[in-house]
């Protein structure tokens, strides 16, 4: 007996049904007699036959799909955004953010929970957010935030900026980014004002993170956390790039700097288990950290410009 998969006057009766009367696959089951796995299975066979043809007008004006289409295919990533930018380290970061802040507009849904990173490039997002706004919408660091220098640029300020758009709730975590030890940081965890913070790590809906690389210029070392000293070290022990102040080889191990790591917030690897886990960053020295951060898994969906996009597509 032929299947009924295979019937082209059921595929086109059940596809006219389903696309031009705007049918649902029940309404099309009960109609017809079918179970509504048939009715999908009679959808997709006309599909793949071309009996039916989906086109989207409009994908050509988005100018770098098929180079979007093409990182998320090749690393396994959920989305990517790719942005022109100017020469000037200022215009990079200025497009980069107001790419991610028209990302959140529908990335940040009603009662989602959102961790926020550090970092010049979340500055310039949060600086140009916009509206429609996701309701009742909780704010956390995914680091602590306590310094007198670029405060602006803390994961606590950030994050308490968009609970405001947002008109949301910010939970804070009230410690420095980083302490002197790794006995001190675990013994802060521990403590329990900073529960509420730490308690909605695992409940994240949306991480967003600033990729940086070991640098002079860069926002841990304009902040206060990493002395000049030490970002020798990290470049001298070939650290390609940093996500929440934890630093990982091109590779994405964390491994040869564990004993850098004092940081109190998130530990990166919990990022891989965030539903949106979104990477900012643009520029050819940041490269070798975003390489890492998407090899690492760190990241599931990654907003860079196109000299980076084309050079990630470019590699074997």
Same mark, same amino acid.
């Given at each position: 007996?032929?299947?009924?998969?295979?019937?082209?006057?059921?595929?086109?009766?059940?596809?006219?049904? #389903?696309?031009?009367?705007?049918?649902?696959?029940?309404?099309?089951?009960?109609?017809?007699?079918?179970?509504?796995?048939?009715?999908?299975? *009679?959808?997709?066979?006309?599909?793949?036959?071309?009996?039916?043809?989906?086109?989207?007008?409009?994908?050509?004006?988005?100018?770098?799909?098929?180079?979007?289409?093409?990182? @998320?295919?090749? #690393?396994?990533?959920?989305?990517? *955004?790719?942005?022109?930018?100017?020469?000037?380290?200022?215009?990079?970061?200025?497009?980069?953010?107001?790419?991610?802040?028209?990302? *959140?507009? #529908?990335?940040?849904?009603?009662?989602? +929970?959102?961790?926020?990173?550090?970092?010049?490039?979340?500055?310039?997002? +949060?600086?140009?957010?916009?509206?429609?706004?996701?309701?009742?919408?909780?704010?956390?660091?995914?680091?602590?935030?306590?310094?007198?220098?670029?405060?602006?640029?803390?994961?606590?300020?950030?994050? @308490?900026?968009?609970?405001?758009?947002?008109?949301?709730?910010?939970?804070? *975590?009230?410690?420095?980014?980083?302490?002197?030890?790794?006995?001190?940081?675990?013994?802060?965890?521990?403590?329990?004002?900073?529960?509420?913070?730490?308690?909605?790590?695992?409940?994240?809906?949306?991480?967003?993170?600033?990729?940086?690389?070991?640098?002079?210029?860069?926002?841990?070392?304009?902040?206060?956390?990493?002395?000049?000293?030490?970002? @020798?070290?990290?470049?001298?022990?070939?650290?390609?790039?940093?996500?929440?102040?934890?630093?990982?080889? @091109?590779?994405?191990?964390?491994?040869?700097?564990?004993?850098?790591?004092?940081?109190?917030?998130?530990?990166?690897?919990?990022?891989?288990?965030?539903?949106?886990?979104?990477?900012?960053?643009?520029?050819?020295?940041?490269?070798?950290?975003?390489?890492?951060? +998407?090899?690492?898994?760190?990241?599931?969906?990654?907003?860079?410009?196109?000299?980076?996009?084309?050079?990630?597509?470019?590699?074997?």
């Amino acid at each position: 007996m032929r299947k009924l998969v295979d019937d082209t006057r059921l595929m086109i009766k059940v596809c006219d049904l #389903y696309y031009n009367q705007e049918a649902s696959q029940q309404q099309i089951g009960k109609r017809l007699g079918l179970s509504r796995p048939t009715v999908a299975r *009679l959808l997709e066979s006309a599909r793949q036959q071309h009996i039916v043809e989906i086109r989207i007008p409009g994908l050509d004006t988005i100018e770098y799909w098929e180079l979007e289409q093409k990182l @998320e295919r090749k #690393y396994g990533l959920r989305e990517v *955004l790719i942005v022109d930018a100017g020469d000037s380290e200022e215009d990079l970061e200025t497009a980069l953010g107001s790419a991610a802040a028209g990302y *959140l507009q #529908y990335m940040i849904k009603d009662g989602g +929970v959102v961790g926020v990173s550090m970092g010049s490039t979340l500055y310039h997002m +949060v600086s140009v957010l916009a509206g429609p706004k996701a309701e009742g919408v909780t704010f956390v660091p995914l680091i602590g935030g306590m310094g007198r220098l670029r405060t602006e640029l803390h994961a606590n300020s950030l994050a @308490e900026q968009m609970s405001r758009f947002y008109d949301g709730t910010f939970v804070p *975590l009230h410690a420095p980014a980083r302490v002197s030890s790794r006995q001190i940081r675990d013994e802060l965890m521990k403590e329990e004002s900073l529960s509420s913070a730490i308690g909605l790590f695992g409940k994240l809906d949306a991480a967003l993170v600033g990729i940086g690389y070991p640098n002079d210029h860069s926002a841990i070392q304009a902040t206060g956390y990493f002395k000049e000293n030490e970002m @020798e070290s990290l470049i001298e022990r070939k650290a390609a790039g940093e996500l929440c102040m934890q630093f990982y080889d @091109e590779t994405g191990d964390t491994a040869p700097f564990r004993r850098d790591n004092n940081v109190v917030g998130i530990d990166i690897h919990r990022l891989r288990k965030v539903p949106r886990s979104v990477g900012i960053a643009g520029g050819a020295e940041k490269l070798p950290a975003i390489r890492g951060a +998407v090899q690492g898994r760190y990241i599931n969906t990654l907003i860079t410009d196109v000299r980076c996009a084309s050079v990630l597509a470019s590699e074997e």
